[in-house]
């Protein structure tokens, strides 16, 4: 089993699901030990305004 962030993009999804067929992949979409603060820092808006951007 491997986990993956899923922030990492379309390509690095597919390499980790092409690298083995008997692999389970877990993508982790937002890791819950970030803040508002963190989240902020990182992409420059609120978590809310990301979800949002993403629909």
Known sequence: MTTIHLQGGRDMIEAALE???????IGVSV??????????????????????DDL
């Open 19 to 25: 690298s083995s067929s008997k692999k389970k992949i």
């Open 31 to 52: 890791l819950t030990s970030l803040n508002e603060k963190d989240m902020n820092e990182m992409h420059g808006s609120s978590f809310n305004a990301q979800i949002l």
